[in-house]
Structures are given as C-alpha cells and as structure tokens.
C-alpha cells in the first residue's frame, strides 16, 4: 500500500525556521509530482508548494514565495518543505499529496495525518 508520511512539524517563534518532510512508502517509483498543502482551525485546506517528479517547475502560493522552498530527493522518496520566515499566520496542520500531472496545485490521492506547525508571535 503506497503511503505519504509528514514529519518535521513543531513549535516555532516567529523568524524561524522549520524542514518538513514527506517520505513514500509502499514503492519504489519517483515518477510522481508531489505537493504540500495546510488547513488552518477553521479554514479550508489550502495549496502551499508543488514540485514535479524531476523537479522542475515548482510552484508556490503567493503567501510563501520568498519564504518556502520545495525539493525532492527521488533516491529516497522523500519531498522537503524548508519554512523559513515563519509566520504565526503559516500555522497550520500540513499535508503532502501527489498531485496532477496536468495540473501540478491539485491533489489527487488521498490524505495522511499531516503535521503540526505552531508558529508563535
């Protein structure tokens, strides 16, 4: 069974910074767009960072550019989030999924726990 697994979340003060991780399990194949994405109490999941399975392009909401950087390391199956900058408003429980070929902001498959991020003022 494929899975996504989200490490690397905490507590943070504002200015810092923080690398999420998303391994994948249940294969070997890296043939695969990859994206972040984080849901806020009381809000809607939202797009954060997508990368394509060779690494380029990449794409960013416009709230993180700057800020965020997504890479991938296909030899170990793992997509990273470096946070730096945080804010408290980049609080959020965050969730990596694969996403479109076609439409690489779009996530296709099903989500995990995802992982906390506490960013205080």
């Known amino acids: 069974q494929v899975q996504l697994v989200e490490s690397g979340g905490g507590l943070v003060q504002a200015g810092g910074s923080l690398r999420l991780s998303c391994t994948r399990s249940g294969t070997t194949g890296s043939t695969y767009n990859a994206g972040w994405f984080r849901q806020a109490p009381g809000k809607e999941r939202e797009f954060v960072a997508a990368i394509s399975w060779t690494g380029n392009p990449k794409r960013y909401a416009d709230s993180v550019k700057g800020r965020f950087t997504i890479s991938r390391d296909n030899a170990k199956n793992t997509v990273y989030l470096q946070m730096n900058s945080l804010k408290p408003e980049d609080t959020a429980v965050y969730y990596c999924?694969?996403?479109?070929?076609?439409?690489?902001?779009?996530?296709?498959?099903?989500w995990g726990q995802g992982t906390q991020v506490t960013v205080s003022s």
């Open positions: 999924n694969i996403v479109a070929f076609t439409d690489i902001t779009r996530p296709t498959g099903s």
